[in-house]
């Protein structure tokens, strides 16, 4: 089995930073891809940013292009989302995915991102 920990989520000011962390545990050999997903209050879940095994193919939301930056260090088997120029509409809880070989897929708990304006 695979956990998903997240970190980094608060509150910030409309063109402010944050960044996000994400740590697996367990059977970790089994992850591949992993991204970020968000979830705003009344809205479905959406994808904001992946990122393959060797971090080497990313893909964005139209959304967050240009603003956000997805990374990971396998070495110390984290993935980063480094949050620019936040806005409001940023406001969500922000979940860790990961996906197996296998096509099994996990998900951390969630932390939240607050954007005041």
């Known amino acids: 089995q695979v956990q998903l920990v997240e970190s980094g989520g608060g509150l910030v000011q409309a063109g402010g930073s944050l960044r996000l962390s994400c740590v697996p545990s367990g059977s970790i050999f089994r992850i591949n891809a992993m991204g970020w997903y968000r979830q705003a209050p009344g809205q479905q879940r959406e994808l904001v940013a992946v990122i393959s095994l060797g971090g080497i193919t990313t893909n964005y939301a139209d959304s967050v292009k240009g603003r956000f930056t997805i990374s990971r260090d396998n070495a110390k088997n984290t993935v980063y989302l480094q949050m620019n120029s936040l806005k409001p509409e940023d406001t969500a809880v922000y979940y860790c995915?990961?996906?197996?070989?296998?096509?099994?897929?996990?998900w951390g708990q969630g932390t939240q991102v607050t954007v005041s304006s």
């Open positions: 995915n990961g996906k197996s070989f296998g096509g099994a897929v996990y």
